[in-house]
């Protein structure tokens, strides 16, 4: 490569680009804009350590003066606003939600990464090196292109088009702002991991917007030598297949360039990589959240009803076949699944053991596939969620448990047995207390993700969430027929007589236990579509006791998903004051700890001043489980 540059060294100037904001040499985009590293790191520290500055000058210190003359001195604050005018946008890593924010911010990002993709394609197409860099290199070196713009005189070989590709691709990815924020082993690992792979996606891209059947190079030249087809173990239907199936997909798909650089990007920020450090995980697990849900916003945007659809199916572009059907075979399964005899490490290892199904599955949630039409449709989750609710509530009234059940139980696998409760039976507040925690359980069973998890993390997943989702639920329910405080069906109070002693010490637990959730939903006055979600959102919990890595990604997953659609809710009915909206709800996960921690501080002293109680078994369990992890 280089005997060919110094041959054609008359036909190869380099390029030069300037500072949109001083006009000094730029080698980079930061924070959205052309810029210098001065003024990169200029705009962060104002940002960062909250300065003001003052111009004496009127505002004016940038007006009718040449960029790039250094002797004459500009002051900070016009320098600044300058920075603010070219559109520099400070984004900190970890505090940004794409979801929380207008239109304009994600569609600020699109266009940011539309911006470096078109730098990438501009270097590839029209520019050249001499160098012939590892990745580690590239990271440890100064920041700025060492790529020059070539004549048309000068051709690029076959084999050197692929290198060009991959070069272009680092150097985007390294212009990223939250690059900086990494060491240089964890950029090597990600840039190692997709670089590559970004080459050929962006390859099929530009095969697809030629309107080309086929992955080609940049000059129109076959990606393959003639040689290789005549090579007797690499059959003609294989070759073609590489070359010909990705840009099939996305023809199939149709995908536009914001879905492209969009896709890109979250594929790139890939939190499940072995030897990243935990800083560096959780940083780009940050970064993932950002670009997906932009990428969901914008397929909500465009395509309306049928953008979760279309958001699953862009995620689906990445993956084979294989995977994809084995995706969708596991999120049918009616049993969990086994849990893995290595540590949840078969992918970590050189070669993976894709026998694993539990370790394949988290790869596959990690990559992003818990998705599909019916999750992300808005009215149909609604719905779908009000539908369970209703049945638990019918449950818990006019049914009673087959036999008595132990905490253990009724968070295990097997479904918890009722019978018609006869009508000459009368509860007390501990049967009631117990149909309560059964009832909640076996709606917990029936949710869709609980299918997914293994017998141990549905059983760490039942006892760390059905407490919250009892106390939300109650709470709504009777906020629903205007009542005060909550009971337990028919009126019956929710606080056992033997309350009565500790009450008179601490009234404020059972004041609090009784009317604190409902006043909160009244005041908010929540509605039965925001609740539904809302709860589902605190159900998702990834910080419960004994829960697995794939059981928290799997949480964390639906978390976001149903976030996802409460503040599709909040835009619907607050329109402007969405985010705001959306706020308040989020409020009400600390009522429900307060009101959960006063449960288990009532249930401590009544151990302690009414030892005589005769406590059911699953209840003498269930209390001993919330004060072990309260």
């Given at each position: ?84 005018e ?12 794409i ?7 994600y ?14 394609r ?87 917007m ?41 023809r199939?798909?149709?995908?536009t360039m ?43 945007v ?8 279309r ?17 969708r ?41 818990i ?22 509530r ?38 009631w ?38 106390l ?9 027929y ?30 609090g236990?009784?009317?604190?959730l ?22 998702c ?9 794939t ?12 976030s ?34 006063d ?32």
């Open positions: 490569m280089s005997a060919l540059v110094s041959q054609n060294s008359n036909l190869i100037t380099k390029t030069v680009e300037k500072c949109l904001v001083c006009g000094m040499s730029a080698y980079g985009y930061n924070y959205g804009v052309l810029s210098c590293n001065a003024c990169k790191m200029f705009f962060r520290r104002v940002k960062v350590d909250k300065v003001t500055y003052t111009c004496p000058y009127s505002n004016k210190c940038y007006d009718e003066h040449n960029l790039g003359n250094i002797s004459y001195s500009r002051c900070r604050s016009c320098r600044y606003q300058k920075c603010n070219v559109g520099m946008r400070y984004i900190a890593p970890g505090q940004f939600d979801i929380n924010t207008s239109d304009a911010v569609t600020s990002l699109i266009s940011d990464l539309l911006s470096v993709d078109a730098i990438r501009h270097k590839t197409l029209h520019c050249y090196t001499e160098e012939d860099p590892t990745i580690y290199e590239m990271v440890v070196r100064s920041r700025g292109t060492r790529m020059y713009s070539k004549s048309d005189a000068l051709k690029v070989k076959l084999d050197e088009w692929g290198f060009l590709g991959i070069y272009a691709t680092v150097e985007m990815f390294l212009s990223f702002d939250f690059m900086e924020a990494l060491d240089v082993p964890d950029k090597v690992i990600l840039l190692q991991n997709f670089a590559l792979k970004s080459m050929l996606f962006t390859g099929g891209m530009r095969s697809l030629a309107k080309l059947e086929r992955v080609m190079t940049p000059d129109g030249q076959d990606v393959y030598p003639d040689y290789m087809f005549k090579m007797p173990f690499f059959s003609a239907d294989f070759l073609n297949g590489i070359r010909s199936r990705l840009v099939a997909r996305l199939e798909l149709n995908v914001e879905e492209h650089v969009l896709l890109n990007a979250t594929l790139f920020c890939n939190p499940a990589l072995p030897s990243l450090s935990s800083a560096a995980r959780k940083l780009i697990t940050m970064r993932q959240r950002i670009y997906s849900s932009a990428l969901l916003q914008y397929c909500f465009t395509y309306q009803q049928s953008g979760p659809s958001f699953a199916d862009l995620l689906s572009a990445h993956c084979c076949n294989a995977c994809k059907m084995f995706f075979r596991i999120i049918t399964l009616k049993t969990p699944l086994r849990p893995c005899e290595n540590n949840d490490k078969c992918f970590e290892a050189l070669p993976p053991n894709f026998e694993c199904r539990l370790c394949r599955f988290q790869k596959c949630i990690t990559a992003g596939m998705c599909n039409q019916e999750q992300f449709d808005l009215p149909s989750a609604v719905l779908s969620l009000t539908q369970l609710e209703i049945q638990k019918h449950t818990l009234e006019y049914y009673q448990p087959a036999r008595d059940f132990t905490f253990e139980e009724a968070t295990s696998v097997e479904n918890v047995g009722f019978v018609l409760k006869p009508s000459d039976v009368t509860f007390t507040s501990y049967d207390e117990a149909m309560t925690q059964l009832a909640t359980t076996d709606y917990l069973k029936k949710l869709n993700f609980s299918k997914m998890l293994t017998s141990s993390d549905l059983k760490a997943f039942l006892k760390g969430a059905y407490y919250n989702c009892a939300i639920s109650t709470a709504m329910h009777y906020y629903s205007k009542s005060g405080i909550i009971t337990f069906p028919g009126g019956m109070d929710v606080c056992p007589k033997e309350m009565a002693l500790i009450s008179q010490f601490k009234p404020c637990f059972e004041i236990i009784k009317s604190r409902i006043g909160k939903l009244a005041e908010l006055k929540v509605t039965n579509e925001e609740f539904v979600l809302l709860n589902m959102i605190f159900i919990n990834t910080g419960m006791p004994g829960m697995s890595k059981g928290n990604l799997l949480l964390a997953n639906y978390q976001r998903l149903y996802n659609l409460l503040f599709k809710q909040c835009q619907m009915t607050c329109q402007n004051q969405a985010s705001a909206r959306f706020t308040d709800l989020l409020s009400l996960c600390h009522i429900v700890s307060k009101t959960k921690q449960v288990a501080n009532a249930a401590l002293l009544l151990q302690m001043y009414q030892p005589n109680i005769k406590w059911k078994d699953m209840l003498k369990e269930a209390i001993k489980y919330m004060l072990e992890n309260k």
